[in-house]
C-alpha cells in the first residue's frame, strides 16, 4: 500500500529531525540530566517538526529499556512499539480543534487522574490548542499547573498568540523554525536515493523554495511531481505541475526591458496570458526577478537570493548589463 512520504520518513528519534537544533538539542538535554518539566509548548509554522517532536519525546520517555541519561528510544521494547501502532494507552493525543469545550477538558482531567498502565508516564498531545475555548482553557488550568508527577502535558500550535497567557505562563516554550532550503534539498536527495527517483538540483531548488519552509508541504509537491513524471525531472516539469511561471519569461523580459524592445514585451506578455498567468502572477514574479538582480549587483548581498547555483550564475551575468538606477525604478514601477 502506497503511503505518503510525509508520513514514511516522518523522523523516529531527535537525530532525524531536520532545522530544529535548538528544540532537540535543549530536550535532549533535559531528559539526559533529569529535569523535565511537565508542561511543554511546542509552537511555529506548519510542517516543521512540532507534532513529530512531541511523539518522539513521549516514545523516549515512556521506553522501557532506555537508560536514564540516554535521549534515544530503543524501538524495539513494548512501549516504543505501542507508540509506532498508535495503540499506546499511556501516550494520549487529543485534536483540540474537534475536542475544545469545558466537556473536552473535563474528560482529559479525569484521565490525569489514572496512573500509566505501563511505564513511567503518562502523556498527553494536545495539537492545535489554540483552538481550545477561554472557557475550556480556564477548565485546564489547575491540572496544567499541578499535575500528578506521572503526568506531562506537550501542547503544539502554530497560533501561540491565541493562547492564553496564564497557560503560556505555566509551559516550557520552543519555538520552531522554518526549514532552511539547503536542510529540505538535503532530506529531498536522500528520499529520492531511497526511493529511485531523479530531479535535478533547480527542480529539487524549486520544490524546496515553494514548501516556505515546511518539510511536510515539500514532500507533499514532492510526491506530485514523481507520481506525474517518469525518468529525469526537470525544473520545467516542476514548474508546470505546479502551475507556475517559467524564470526564462523574466529573464527575457528584463532584457527586453534593457534593449527597449516594447514590440517583444508585448509578445511575450501575450504568450503568458494564453498560457493563463493571471498577469499578478507575472508581475509579483518579475518583482521578485528584478529584487533578486538588484541583490546580485553587490558582492555583499549576493548570498540574500534564494536559487540554485545554475540560477545564481544566470543572476550575476544579468546584473551586470543593468544599471543600478534602472532596478531601483522597475522594482518601485512594479511594487506599484
Do not use: W
Not at 502572477?281 to 549576493?302: E, Q, W, Y
Not at 537570493?305 to 548589463?321: C, F, G, H, P, T
Amino acid at each position: 500500500t502506497f503511503v505518503v512520504s510525509a508520513r514514511k520518513y516522518r523522523p523516529n528519534n531527535f537525530d532525524e529531525v531536520l532545522g530544529q537544533g535548538q528544540v532537540t538539542g535543549t530536550l535532549k538535554n533535559a531528559i539526559a540530566s533529569g529535569q523535565l518539566a511537565h508542561a511543554f509548548l511546542f509552537t511555529g509554522p506548519r510542517g516543521v517538526g512540532k507534532t513529530s517532536c512531541a511523539r518522539i519525546l513521549a516514545k523516549v520517555l515512556n521506553c522501557e529499556t532506555r537508560s536514564e541519561d540516554s535521549p534515544k528510544a530503543c524501538g524495539e521494547c513494548a512501549s516504543c512499539k505501542a507508540m509506532l501502532e498508535s495503540a499506546s494507552f499511556n501516550i494520549i493525543e487529543l485534536d483540540a480543534a474537534s475536542n475544545n469545550s469545558v466537556e473536552h477538558m473535563r474528560n482529559l482531567t479525569e484521565q490525569v487522574r489514572f496512573r500509566p498502565q505501563a511505564g513511567r508516564y503518562k502523556i498527553f498531545i494536545i495539537d492545535e490548542v489554540h483552538m481550545l475555548s477561554s472557557a475550556a482553557f480556564n477548565a485546564f488550568l489547575k491540572t496544567l499547573e499541578e499535575p500528578p508527577e506521572y503526568a506531562i502535558f506537550i501542547l503544539a500550535t502554530t497560533e501561540k498568540h491565541k493562547i492564553l497567557p496564564t497557560i503560556l505562563s505555566r509551559c516550557q516554550i520552543f519555538d520552531f523554525r522554518r526549514i532552511p532550503i539547503e536542510d529540505i534539498i538535503k532530506q529531498l536527495s536522500a528520499i529520492c536515493k531511497a526511493e529511485g527517483h531523479t530531479l535535478n538540483a533547480e527542480a529539487l531548488h524549486l520544490i524546496a523554495q515553494k514548501a516556505d519552509g515546511a518539510m511536510r508541504d515539500a514532500l507533499s509537491i514532492f510526491d506530485k511531481i514523481t507520481s506525474s513524471y517518469q525518468g529525469e525531472i526537470t525544473y520545467k516539469m516542476v514548474a508546470e505541475s505546479l502551475n507556475l511561471l517559467d524564470y526564462e519569461y523574466f529573464f527575457k523580459a528584463v532584457d527586453m526591458m534593457v534593449q527597449e524592445d516594447l514590440p517583444g514585451i508585448y509578445l511575450l506578455y501575450d504568450e503568458i496570458a494564453k498560457n493563463g498567468f493571471d498577469s499578478e502572477v507575472f508581475i509579483d514574479g518579475l518583482s521578485a526577478h528584478v529584487r533578486d538582480l538588484l541583490m546580485c549587483k553587490n558582492p555583499a548581498t549576493v548570498e540574500l537570493i534564494q536559487s540554485s547555483d545554475e540560477q545564481a550564475k544566470r543572476y550575476l551575468n544579468q546584473s551586470k548589463i543593468c544599471s543600478h538606477s534602472f532596478l531601483v525604478s522597475a522594482l518601485d514601477i512594479l511594487n506599484k
